[in-house]
């Protein structure tokens, strides 16, 4: 089980709602679906060439109960610290329903 001393940081979950502009097309709009505490780790920072532009990544782990935040998928996002992570991977720590890991890259 997952201490609670571990869960010191606020994180919002965000779902993809998209909506529609005027003219009826689509527009993608980020709704809360919840706020957690959660641990927060980061991994792994790289910067790439990608069509001449430099982009970079950080990669962070994400820990919470799972009952705080219970079916996040990889087309949620997470919110911390003004920053917006792009969920890559979630997973059920022992397969037991009380611990969620998720992988997640900074939008930069």
């Known amino acids: 089980m997952l201490a609670a001393g571990r869960l010191n940081k606020k994180i919002v979950i965000q779902r993809n709602t998209p909506t529609q502009d005027g003219e009826g097309g689509p527009v993608e709009s980020w709704a809360t679906h919840k706020t957690v505490w959660a641990s927060v780790d980061p991994l792994l920072g790289q910067e790439r060439l990608l069509a001449q532009q430099v982009t970079a990544t950080l990669s962070h782990r994400f820990r ?45």
């Open 64 to 108: 919470w109960r799972t009952v705080a935040a219970p079916a996040v998928t990889p087309r949620d996002r997470i919110y911390w610290d003004g920053r917006y992570f792009d969920i890559q991977q979630v997973l059920d720590v022992r397969e037991k329903g009380e611990e969620t890991v998720v992988l997640a890259s900074e939008v930069v």
